[in-house]
T-cell receptor, first 113, second 113 residues
Framework: AQSVAQPEDQVNVAEGNPLTVKCTYS??????LFWYVQYPNRGLQFLLK??????LVKGSYGFEAEFNKSQTSFHLKKPSALVSDSALYFC???????????FGAGTTVTVRA | DGGITQSPKYLFRKEGQNVTLSCEQN?????MYWYRQDPGQGLRLIYY???????QKGDIAEGYSVSREKKESFPLTVTSAQKNPTAFYLC????????????FGAGTRLSVL
């Protein structure tokens, strides 16, 4: 069975500071990894994915994530956070031959001005 | 949220009543998914369909039913057997063998009267 853990329910940072949202995963074989963002009462918006290749993945709105196979992690990062980055962030995983996504419980990011 | 339309945005269910949530996509995607979102639990898969006239149960299918008569449509019925239906329901679609990205609708919030 595949699973995702997001160890922090909440992350609080000041605007302009680096932002990191943590994610670890468990899956048989090589993983497909994803980050989504959700604003209140809205659907999920795709940010970035790792399928294969370079371990550092760049995505939308200045976000990036680093795939670390030995630590089974896929942490989301942004060098300089904005107040508008305040939202709920989800990490998700699927196996190569399985289209089903398993989501983490989500991390609420609050960026204070 | 573009390309995937969920309706209604808000829905209220009376005791013993079945209700149907609509999901339509104009992206020509093969696969469609229904998720349930509860606070602090992330997204849980209810049903999914990879082809017309075929669908599979997800992790929490009890008390729900679906149909896939057309490629663009995947309605979800919350039956009276679902004793705790209050949640935010999200529909997603994906082009199989393509980007490997699920795109989400804006969601339907279901409450019990």
């Amino acid at each position: 069975a595949q699973s995702v853990a997001q160890p922090e329910d909440q992350v609080n940072v000041a605007e302009g500071n680096p932002l990191t949202v943590k994610c670890t995963y468990s899956v048989s074989g090589n993983p497909y990894l994803f980050w989504y963002v959700q604003y209140p009462n809205r659907g999920l918006q795709f940010l970035l994915k790792y399928i294969t290749g370079d371990n550092l993945v760049k995505g939308s709105y200045g976000f990036e994530a680093e795939f670390n196979k030995s630590q089974t992690s896929f942490h989301l990062k942004k060098p300089s956070a904005l107040v508008s980055d305040s939202a709920l962030y989800f990490c998700a995983v699927s196996g190569i031959n399985d289209y089903k996504l398993s989501f983490g419980a989500g991390t609420t990011v609050t960026v204070r001005a | 949220d573009g390309g995937i339309t969920q309706s209604p945005k808000y829905l209220f269910r009376k005791e013993g009543q079945n209700v149907t949530l609509s999901c339509e996509q104009n992206l020509n995607h093969d696969a469609m998914y229904w998720y349930r979102q509860d606070p602090g639990q992330g997204l849980r898969l209810i049903y999914y369909s990879q082809i017309v006239n075929d669908f599979q149960k997800g992790d929490i299918a009890e008390g729900y039913s679906v149909s896939r008569e057309k490629k663009e449509s995947f309605p979800l019925t919350v039956t009276s057997a679902q004793k705790n239906p209050t949640a935010f329901y999200l529909c997603a679609s994906e082009s199989l063998g393509g980007e490997n990205i699920q795109y989400f609708g804006a969601g339907t919030r279901l409450s019990v009267l």
